[in-house]
Every structure is written in C-alpha cells, then in structure tokens.
C-alpha cells in the first residue's frame, strides 16, 4: 500500500472507505464546527485528502484512525484560519450568510448547556472528548486520530474532562441566574390576585 | 518505567490531595489507575465528600456527553457524489500529493466552442446595443490570460497564473433588479474574477443604474435570447401571481468595439432571431424566422389590461418603448423552470389558477401576442424546458394516485400537438438537443396535496434524442447532480451546451437553494466540478447562466446583511467569482 501510488487502487480503497465511515466523519466533524455546511465540505475535503494521501496509509487496519486523523486536521485548520480571517468563502457562502434550516435543526438537536460547554473548551480538547465518547476511540487509536502520544492523548483527555466539567457548571450558573432573572420579572409583571 | 507512570508518580506537584483526587478521577474514565493510585483514590473519596461529588459530575458529563450519540448528525445524501467528484477532479490534476502549481486547464474542445460562442454573442450584442453585453474589453484584452479575444488561437495553450493573480474573462455584464432602489434594474459589468485560492482580498463590485422599471418587486425575471425584453412575475395585492412584459432599459456603458467574429458556422450558438417585437439583431450567421402563425390550443389565461407590476418608468433611455402588457394574471406560477424558446419567439410557464381550482399547467405566450395561453389542460403538467422550438413537457402517468412513474411529452406550442419522450421528469435539454438534465425516478404529490414533486430516483445527465432521454455512456458517479429528491429544481446550460449551472431547492418552500456549476466533457458524457467553480453554494431562486459567466443572489446573512450578487465567470484556464456589496433582496435577471 505503502510505496507506489496506484490511481484505480486508491479510488477503490477511497470508496471502501466512505461507505464505512463517511456518517461518523461527517458527525464528528459536524461536533466539532457546529456546521451541518461546513461539515459536509470538510467531510468531501478529508475523503479527497485521504485519497491523494493513500500511501501513506501503512496498514488497512489502521485506516480507521488514519482517517479520522486527517479529519482533525481538517478540522484543526479550518479552526485556525477561521481565527485569521473571518469571512466565509466562496466554496460555502457568502460573507455573513445566514444558517441553513437544516443548520437550525441541527443546532436545537445538540443545543443546551452540553453544546455550549463543548463549544468553549479548547478544540483539541473537544476533539478529544469527542472522539473518545462519541466515537470509541481509546488508548492507541485515539492518539493516531490526534496525531500525538499515546500519554499526550491521555492527558489531553483528562484536561478536556476537566475543561468540560467547568464549563457546564458556568453554562448551568448562568442559566439558573437567567431563569431567576425571568422569574423576578414575571413576578413583577404579574397583576396582582384579587380578593372575590 | 513509562514517563506516564513517571508523571503519575509525581504526587509532589498536585496543590493538594482534592487536586490529585480530581484528576484521578477524570483520568480512571479512560484507563485504569495503577493499584497502588487506586487504592488512594477510594480512600480519599470514601472521605471527602466534594471529591465524591465531582465523580458523580465527572459521570454524568460523560453519560449527557454519549447520549448525543442517539442523535447522529446525517450527512447530506449527495456527498458521496460530490465527494467522488472532487476525488476525481484531484485525480486528473495529478493525484498524489500535487499541489497545484498549473492551473487546469479546460478541454480544448470545450474552450474552442466557447471561445467561438462568446466572440458572436459579444458582436452581436454590440451591435445590437445590448443592456447586458460587452461593457469593456481593456482589461480582458491586455491580459496574457483572457479567454476569447478574438485573435487568440485555441490551439495555443496559454501560460498558466499565480493564484493570487485575478482571472481575466471577457468583458460582459449581468442584469438584476435591486431593491435597495425599487424595481431599478442594475448591471453588473465583470471583466476580472478572483480564484478561488485568493478570496480575502477581492474588492467587490458595485453595480452601475440602468433604469427603473418595476413598480413592485418582481420574484422572477427572465430576459429574452436578444436581451430587450424582460418577462417578470410577481405577486399582487391579491396575493395571485402576475405576468408582465417589460422593456429592459439599454446598457449605460457601450462595449469597445475589439472584436471581429470568428467565421465558423459550425460552432456558432443556436441562431437567435429576433422576436416579433424587438429590434433585430444584426449578425451575418442568423436569419431570422417568423413566428409560428398558428393559435395555440387552449384556454387563455386571464390578461390584465393595467398590470400591477407596471413600469413607472419604462426605461431610462430615450430609444425604450413603454410596451409593458400584463400576458397572465389570476395564476400562481410553479417552479422555476419558465424560459423562452431558443429564437425568441415563445415563453413557457407553468401555473394553476390562483383559486386552486385545477392543478399545474404549462402555459405559453407567443412574443407579441397580448396574453399567455394554457396549453396543457390535464391539471398535472409541468414544463421543463425548450428543445428546438418545441415545449418539452412532464406529468405523472397516474395523477389520480399520490405516487406515480413520470412521462414526457414534446409539445407544438402553436397547436398543442404532442409527441411521446419518454419517461423522465423535467428534462432540462441542452442548447445542442444531444443531453439534457434529468429526473429519474418516481414522483409523488406533495404536503400542498396539489404539486407534484420528486420522490425517489436521481437528477443526472442523459442523452437526448427526438425521442427522449437514453443512457448516458458516461459512469452513475459522473452524471449524478443529486440522489436526493428536491421539491424543485432549476437547470440552465449556456450557448455551447458545454456548462450547465443547477440549483436544487433545500427544504420544502423553494426559498433557497443549493446552486452547482458542472462542465460538461462532450466526449465522454459526464458532469465535472472544476476548482474555483461554485459548488453546492446557497443561492435563491433565478440565476442566470450564459456569456461566460454564472450569476445568482446569496441569502440574507447574519446580523441582516443583505443578499449579495456572485457571479462566476471563466476563462480558457480557470475559474473565479466576484461579489457585490449586499444589497436589499437583489433578483438576477436570468
């Protein structure tokens, strides 16, 4: 597999690929950018680099991770421009455009304190979690997918733990704070009972 | 030892016990803790009360966490197909590991009718004195990379560009109505377009006033083959639809006279005579023909004689006429799919009576007459584009069931005549009548319990024939646009037949769609996705296609930006789009 590049060979490999695991690609990377759009192009981007990148794939049973991996950086580097520049680009939409409905849906399906709290820890950390808890990936595997250590997988995950456990108890502060907000203002614009 | 073990060990850089208890805690969830931690960890817990406490917080984040799995995000039915398109446009630029230090080029085929094509609509629509021809010519001219310039041979393969370097296309213009100035009619003149690896910094462009036209603000507005004349429907206070025609006020800018025309009658367009009521249009290769005299057969839709959507002002060039005339009212009109017949002298819609009272028929209007007629009177019939001069037309085969096969028939717009075309749904036939895009599937009736809609199959690229669609030699992967089945769609092929642009409906309301640019390879009957072309981009309804060039309205964005105008235009060697600022709901005058 490794070595010579063999067009016909790695398309059909590719195509293997997709069938088994363009859905979780597509919902990790989906997790992870909060886009259905995005995601979509970033499922295609990764499916397209895994095919030009096919040699360096050593082992069919590794494929798995290798792609997953590469979706990361896919991820990891859209994550970064998107930090340098801030506009959309031709390939998905206009500056500024709105969300699709699907994107809605989307959004409502994985809204709440946990959709949140994933959004604001660190992305190599949310990828972590999300691998790990979504997508079973454990111990080896894992650190192929985020392309580092085994034992800086393991600490990325633990530190992720933590990140998460924070953020949800700020998201859940700040939500008991809102509906106490609502409540004091209902009360206030409440008429008053009377007495029959 | 592993270092793991080693930093394990280190217990000496923990604050304190909570600290090292907690983070036990989170690392015991994935592996194991050694015995000897383990132990520690249950001793500190069975007597720390808040550490026990963050276990079960640790617990439960990690169950909310996997019950996310019960709702996986779906991917869109059409990723395999535009992943194996994108696979397979990396194949040919190299495949492995390439990255793309030479632009790819077009078939040479393909350039060298475009080339030819766009050399006689661009004299013929100087001549003519256009409203969206030729504005310019500096630019594409001096440029190394200009496709078309009439003296370029399209044997030569010209050098390729840096990415950063904008694209030069020949200089043409697009027409849309803007509502930031009601029913004033803009243009949009391009003569450069950024590829797409250089988006940051492409300056937008702004648009030039051609006149006020509409009113109201029309939903669609076509533009007849010679560009004079405009059909443009929109809703009226009744909340029925109304079809008017309209005269389109002349281009501000008049096109440099750089040109000559390429003496090739075998790669010319279709001819494009004029219409009974425009100006002819002066060309060595077309002669034009009458209109058919014949009466078409049917109904006549109702005709306004004070259409709602009338001109204001007609036009602000003195050389416009004040023709505006109201060809169809008390209707809704259906889809996407209404266009004029290739020479001008017909316009096709389909429409049901705004009272509902029967269903979707497909209407005709002869240039010049005073009102569209009903040509089809089944109830279930819906045009889906030109062939020649003749109407191709779809229905179910069972409109009395919720479910059906479709079939396609061709139909004399002068007398209504019909010929049997198979059995596709909608057939988008291209300006060379050998392919066309097409449904393939089953239909159903849709949620209005009224239209009917895709339901399961595919839109793909076929063959065609006088007898209808056949197979396409060309493999499923390379023809599909999509396999899932959108409440409508709308396909527009420019001159050659070599480009085709689709937009597929999202959702059930046809408020915005996914547009996609192909190119067609002739020679072996499939759909290619080029870099730089737009891809899946959102778009809303009404783009229009042709000179070289793609045009569409973006949806509103966020925080109530306003809709932008895209065009993407090519060249011999590329690709590229520019934008407009955002503007209040701009309609591309297709």
Same mark, same amino acid.
């Given at each position: 597999?490794?070595?010579?590049?063999?067009?016909?060979?790695?398309?059909?490999?590719?195509?293997?690929?997709?069938?088994?695991?363009?859905?979780?690609?597509?919902?990790?990377?989906?997790?992870?950018?909060?886009?259905?759009?995005?995601?979509?192009?970033?499922?295609?981007?990764?499916?397209?680099?895994?095919?030009?990148?096919?040699?360096?794939?050593?082992?069919?049973?590794?494929?798995?991770?290798?792609?997953?991996?590469?979706?990361?950086?896919?991820?990891?580097?859209?994550?970064?421009?998107?930090?340098?520049?801030?506009?959309?680009?031709?390939?998905?939409?206009?500056?500024?455009?709105?969300?699709?409905?699907?994107?809605?849906?989307?959004?409502?399906?994985?809204?709440?304190?946990?959709?949140?709290?994933?959004?604001?820890?660190?992305?190599?950390?949310?990828?972590?979690?999300?691998?790990?808890?979504?997508?079973?990936?454990?111990?080896?595997?894992?650190?192929?997918?985020?392309?580092?250590?085994?034992?800086?997988?393991?600490?990325?995950?633990?530190?992720?733990?933590?990140?998460?456990?924070?953020?949800?108890?700020?998201?859940?502060?700040?939500?008991?704070?809102?509906?106490?907000?609502?409540?004091?203002?209902?009360?206030?614009?409440?008429?008053?009972?009377?007495?029959? | 030892?592993?270092?793991?073990?080693?930093?394990?060990?280190?217990?000496?850089?923990?604050?304190?016990?909570?600290?090292?208890?907690?983070?036990?805690?989170?690392?015991?969830?994935?592996?194991?803790?050694?015995?000897?931690?383990?132990?520690?960890?249950?001793?500190?817990?069975?007597?720390?009360?808040?550490?026990?406490?963050?276990?079960?917080?640790?617990?439960?984040?990690?169950?909310?966490?996997?019950?996310?799995?019960?709702?996986?995000?779906?991917?869109?039915?059409?990723?395999?197909?535009?992943?194996?398109?994108?696979?397979?446009?990396?194949?040919?630029?190299?495949?492995?590991?390439?990255?793309?230090?030479?632009?790819?080029?077009?078939?040479?085929?393909?350039?060298?009718?475009?080339?030819?094509?766009?050399?006689?609509?661009?004299?013929?629509?100087?001549?003519?004195?256009?409203?969206?021809?030729?504005?310019?010519?500096?630019?594409?001219?001096?440029?190394?990379?200009?496709?078309?310039?009439?003296?370029?041979?399209?044997?030569?393969?010209?050098?390729?560009?840096?990415?950063?370097?904008?694209?030069?296309?020949?200089?043409?213009?697009?027409?849309?109505?803007?509502?930031?100035?009601?029913?004033?009619?803009?243009?949009?003149?391009?003569?450069?377009?950024?590829?797409?690896?250089?988006?940051?910094?492409?300056?937008?462009?702004?648009?030039?006033?051609?006149?006020?036209?509409?009113?109201?603000?029309?939903?669609?507005?076509?533009?007849?083959?010679?560009?004079?004349?405009?059909?443009?429907?929109?809703?009226?206070?009744?909340?029925?639809?109304?079809?008017?025609?309209?005269?389109?006020?002349?281009?501000?800018?008049?096109?440099?006279?750089?040109?000559?025309?390429?003496?090739?009658?075998?790669?010319?367009?279709?001819?494009?005579?004029?219409?009974?009521?425009?100006?002819?249009?002066?060309?060595?290769?077309?002669?034009?023909?009458?209109?058919?005299?014949?009466?078409?057969?049917?109904?006549?839709?109702?005709?306004?004689?004070?259409?709602?959507?009338?001109?204001?002002?007609?036009?602000?060039?003195?050389?416009?006429?004040?023709?505006?005339?109201?060809?169809?009212?008390?209707?809704?009109?259906?889809?996407?799919?209404?266009?004029?017949?290739?020479?001008?002298?017909?316009?096709?819609?389909?429409?049901?009576?705004?009272?509902?009272?029967?269903?979707?028929?497909?209407?005709?209007?002869?240039?010049?007459?005073?009102?569209?007629?009903?040509?089809?009177?089944?109830?279930?019939?819906?045009?889906?584009?030109?062939?020649?001069?003749?109407?191709?037309?779809?229905?179910?085969?069972?409109?009395?069931?919720?479910?059906?096969?479709?079939?396609? $028939?061709? %139909?004399?717009? =002068?007398? @209504? *005549?019909?010929?049997?075309? /198979?059995?596709?749904?909608?057939?988008? #036939? +291209?300006?060379?009548?050998?392919?066309?895009?097409?449904?393939?599937?089953?239909?159903?009736?849709?949620?209005?319990?009224?239209?009917?809609?895709?339901?399961?199959?595919?839109?793909?690229?076929?063959?065609?024939?006088?007898?209808?669609?056949?197979?396409?030699?060309?493999?499923?992967?390379?023809?599909?646009?999509?396999?899932?089945?959108?409440?409508?769609?709308?396909?527009?092929?420019?001159?050659?037949?070599?480009? $085709?642009? %689709?937009?597929? =409906?999202? @959702? *059930?309301?046809?408020?915005? /769609?996914?547009?996609?640019?192909?190119? #067609? +390879?002739?020679?072996?009957?499939?759909?290619?996705?080029?870099?730089?072309?737009?891809?899946?981009?959102?778009?809303?309804?009404?783009?229009?296609?042709?000179?070289?060039?793609?045009?569409?309205?973006?949806?509103?964005?966020?925080?109530?930006?306003?809709?932008?105008?895209?065009?993407?235009?090519?060249?011999?060697?590329?690709?590229?789009?520019?934008?407009?600022?955002?503007?209040?709901?701009?309609?591309?005058?297709?």
């Amino acid at each position: 597999m490794s070595g010579v590049w063999d067009r016909d060979e790695a398309g059909a490999f590719i195509e293997e690929l997709f069938a088994k695991h363009n859905g979780e690609i597509y919902a990790y990377l989906f997790r992870m950018m909060r886009d259905s759009e995005l995601a979509a192009d970033m499922t295609q981007d990764a499916f397209v680099k895994a095919y030009k990148n096919y040699d360096t794939l050593e082992k069919p049973e590794n494929a798995r991770a290798w792609l997953y991996q590469i979706a990361h950086r896919v991820a990891l580097d859209e994550i970064r421009r998107r930090k340098i520049v801030r506009f959309l680009p031709w390939t998905g939409e206009s500056r500024g455009s709105a969300p699709s409905a699907e994107h809605l849906v989307m959004d409502a399906r994985l809204s709440g304190d946990l959709q949140r709290a994933l959004a604001k820890i660190p992305e190599r950390q949310r990828a972590a979690l999300l691998l790990a808890e979504l997508h079973d990936m454990t111990g080896l595997e894992l650190a192929a997918a985020l392309g580092v250590s085994h034992v800086a997988a393991r600490a990325l995950l633990t530190r992720a733990r933590g990140s998460l456990r924070q953020a949800l108890a700020a998201e859940r502060e700040a939500d008991a704070a809102a509906e106490a907000a609502r409540d004091n203002g209902h009360d206030r614009g409440r008429p008053a009972e009377v007495d029959r | 030892m592993s270092r793991a073990a080693r930093l394990r060990r280190r217990r000496d850089h923990w604050r304190d016990l909570h600290e090292r208890a907690r983070s036990r805690i989170a690392e015991r969830l994935d592996d194991p803790l050694e015995l000897e931690e383990s132990a520690w960890l249950d001793e500190h817990l069975a007597g720390c009360q808040a550490c026990t406490a963050v276990a079960a917080e640790y617990d439960a984040d990690r169950q909310a966490l996997r019950s996310l799995r019960d709702q996986p995000p779906e991917p869109p039915r059409d990723l395999w197909a535009r992943t194996s398109a994108a696979i397979e446009a990396a194949s040919l630029d190299g495949g492995q590991k390439r990255e793309r230090s030479v632009r790819r080029s077009l078939p040479l085929g393909a350039f060298a009718g475009l080339m030819v094509v766009v050399v006689m609509v661009g004299v013929g629509l100087m001549t003519a004195n256009l409203p969206f021809g030729p504005t310019g010519g500096v630019k594409g001219d001096e440029s190394p990379v200009a496709g078309g310039g009439a003296g370029a041979s399209p044997a030569v393969s010209l050098p390729a560009i840096a990415d950063a370097t904008p694209i030069a296309v020949d200089p043409e213009a697009v027409g849309y109505v803007s509502n930031d100035r009601p029913g004033t009619v803009m243009s949009l003149s391009v003569d450069e377009v950024c590829p797409a690896t250089d988006k940051a910094d492409c300056p937008v462009r702004e648009g030039t006033q051609l006149g006020t036209v509409f009113a109201g603000a029309p939903k669609t507005i076509l533009a007849s083959p010679t560009k004079h004349k405009a059909v443009a429907i929109a809703n009226t206070d009744a909340g029925t639809d109304e079809v008017v025609v309209v005269d389109l006020p002349e281009a501000t800018e008049r096109p440099q006279p750089t040109k000559t025309p390429v003496a090739s009658a075998s790669a010319a367009p279709t001819p494009v005579p004029p219409s009974p009521t425009e100006s002819p249009v002066t060309s060595a290769s077309t002669e034009p023909s009458n209109p058919p005299e014949a009466s078409p057969s049917g109904s006549e839709a109702t005709a306004s004689p004070t259409p709602s959507l009338a001109s204001i002002e007609p036009s602000a060039t003195p050389s416009a006429t004040a023709g505006v005339i109201a060809i169809a009212s008390g209707i809704e009109v259906v889809g996407e799919s209404a266009a004029f017949s290739p020479d001008g002298t017909w316009f096709a819609f389909t429409a049901h009576p705004a009272d509902q009272t029967n269903g979707a028929d497909v209407y005709a209007w002869r240039v010049g007459s005073d009102r569209a007629v009903r040509v089809t009177t089944d109830g279930a019939s819906y045009f889906g584009s030109w062939a020649d001069n003749e109407m191709i037309v779809s229905r179910p085969s069972d409109k009395g069931a919720t479910k059906s096969d479709p079939v396609t $028939v061709r %139909v004399d717009p =002068a007398n @209504g *005549d019909e010929r049997d075309a /198979g059995d596709v749904w909608r057939p988008a #036939v +291209d300006p060379t009548g050998k392919r066309a895009i097409v449904w393939v599937g089953t239909l159903k009736v849709a949620d209005d319990g009224a239209s009917w809609v895709p339901d399961k199959g595919r839109l793909e690229l076929r063959s065609w024939s006088g007898d209808g669609a056949g197979r396409s030699q060309g493999s499923e992967r390379d023809r599909v646009v999509t396999d899932s089945a959108p409440r409508d769609f709308d396909v527009r092929w420019d001159e050659t037949g070599e480009w $085709v642009a %689709v937009w597929v =409906a999202d @959702g *059930d309301d046809n408020v915005v /769609g996914r547009l996609t640019l192909f190119h #067609v +390879d002739t020679e072996k009957d499939r759909l290619e996705r080029l870099d730089g072309a737009p891809v899946d981009v959102r778009a809303l309804p009404g783009f229009s296609m042709g000179d070289g060039r793609l045009a569409w309205a973006t949806p509103r964005g966020q925080g109530g930006e306003g809709s932008r105008i895209q065009i993407a235009a090519w060249s011999k060697t590329d690709v590229g789009i520019v934008e407009s600022n955002p503007g209040e709901d701009p309609i591309v005058i297709r």
